[in-house]
């Protein structure tokens, strides 16, 4: 068995591990309060620390799972969603349905978007008062930090500065459509050169926690 699909098959077993963990988990929730949502990008957001460091007083529940596609929570939205009934949604996905390489930009953006539709869809039939805002996808970093992999090589073919921009103006566009809220909270995350600052990224792409601090400094109006 090749190492790639060794690591997939463990990675899939992990999500359905945390999967399994969040249904359990949404037994005891309380109605009615805020739902962070989506891929690793969210997953990895330390809100709870964050927040107490800050002294904010939420109830704020994390539903992301690292690696996630738009066709995995369309799978899994008893347990991501709706199992919380909250009251607002942050959700950020689709980072990694455009970071498949093996299909254009064009076509990955295509399918993603149709996807993430069938999800504000669902939200508005089950939920149709909760407030859902729509996450731009953050800047990544091509050249700083980024590991000598095979998987790093293909990450940026078509997740990068360059598109990021036009795949966060066709969710803008579907959240107009849909009536929900897009939120751009990028402000401060990019250097001179456009791309997601050294200081603040583990590998290009995912943040560590000052990183995550900018993000939440922006996102406070919303919560």
Aim: proline share 3%; glycine share 8%; hydrophobic share 35%.
């Amino acid at each position: 068995m090749e190492t790639m699909e060794i690591i997939q098959g463990f990675m899939k077993r992990e999500q359905q591990e945390k999967i399994e963990k969040y249904r359990v988990l949404n037994e005891t929730v309380k109605k009615g309060k805020i739902l962070f949502t989506g891929s690793s990008l969210m997953e990895q957001f330390p809100i709870h620390e964050l927040m107490m460091n800050e002294g904010l007083g939420l109830t704020i529940y994390n539903r992301g799972v690292g690696g996630f596609t738009t066709s995995d929570i369309l799978e899994n939205m008893e347990e991501q969603i709706f199992g919380t009934e909250p009251s607002k949604i942050f959700i950020n996905i689709g980072t990694n349905d455009i970071s498949d390489a093996s299909r254009s930009f064009e076509a990955v953006l295509e399918s993603m978007l149709e996807n993430y539709e069938r999800i504000l869809t669902q939200i508005k039939e089950r939920l149709p008062e909760t407030e859902v805002y729509m996450m731009a996808y953050y800047p990544v970093n091509e050249t700083d930090k980024v590991p000598e992999t095979e998987w790093a090589g293909a990450m940026f073919v078509n997740r990068n500065n360059r598109n990021l921009p036009i795949a966060n103006e066709a969710v803008k566009k579907l959240a107009e459509k849909m009536g929900y809220h897009y939120i751009d909270v990028n402000a401060g995350l990019c250097d001179e050169r456009g791309m997601l600052r050294r200081e603040f990224t583990v590998e290009g792409v995912h943040m560590y926690a000052n990183g995550y601090q900018v993000v939440l400094k922006n996102l406070k109006p919303y919560l």
